[in-house]
């Protein structure tokens, strides 16, 4: 089969859309045939974290496509399915934490950016109907990263205030869509006027430039809720809009891993600051019914042929996307 395989150099040049030998699935496995992926930032991020010493590795790791092939002992699917592939291996009911041995497709095993892969019977869970190829393909990772920062760690209720600093990622999109289908009053931030506007047109209340003050641009309001993504460079100016006993979730650091702040202020405050991990294969079915009650749709950017993979990488680098970046496969 062809696949996007990561093999002999860290970055970029590592990659090559090449033949590679296809699996046959194991008891309690199913082989997909793709339709198509989903691009992340966690891809990047991998062709760093898979050493040129590394087997050669397909990466990727959201998907969706039809069931070709089952192993002994699979029920929940049978083959011709279309399914959704919840990317989160050894994970299945909600809990405070990912049980240990947690892994996520697309390092270190065998990822999506291929015509077919092998996962086990218990990740591939059926597409909704009103969700095309190119939509479900693009959904998994960020989306269910998405939910459990705003659920089940941020407990978003209507009414709440909740700030999105950084509109504009995967993630981010899913972010205001869930917080505007729960009845929350969204706030967000970018540095794109372009995307500012979308934000506005999607139901935002306020959308300024990130490199206004944030204190100014609220006209002093604070938020109940905060989903931090960006790190260092924002996590200080995101506290700093948080209500007394108000709740800040993180779940990224693409602008720096290490925060400094003032620890007497944090607790006079009575804040609340949890971290958040993809999510469980329970709360992966919650997110595929509450986008399905409320008809959500994942915001596309652009779609790419898998061998188009240069073009895609180098705008997702640039932070050029709105949205979803996904690969055209079938």
Known sequence: MKAL???GKTGINGLSYREIEEDAPKAGEVRVK????GLNHRDLFTLTRHKESDPPLIIGSDGAGIIEAIGEGVTNVKIGDEVMINPGLGWQKKSDSPPPGFEIIGLPYHGTFAEKIVIPAENAVHKPE???WDEASVISLAALTAYRALFTR???KAGLKVFIPGIGSGVATFLLQFAKAAGAIVYVSSRSKEKCEWAMRMGAAKAFDSN???SIALAGEKMDLIIESVGAATFNKSLDQLRSGG???TFGASAGDIVQFDLRRFFYGQYNMY???MGSGEEYRDMLQFMQQHELKPVIDKIYKLSDFKDAFERMEKAEQLGKIGFSIA
Request: glycine letters at 14%; charged letters at 20%; zero cysteines.
């Open 5 to 7: 395989v990561h093999e």
């Open 34 to 37: 793709l339709m198509g992926a």
């Open 130 to 132: 009103y969700l095309s």
């Open 154 to 156: 941020g407990k978003v």
């Open 212 to 214: 206004e003050d944030w």
């Open 247 to 249: 709740t800040i979730v």
């Open 275 to 277: 971290g958040s991990t």
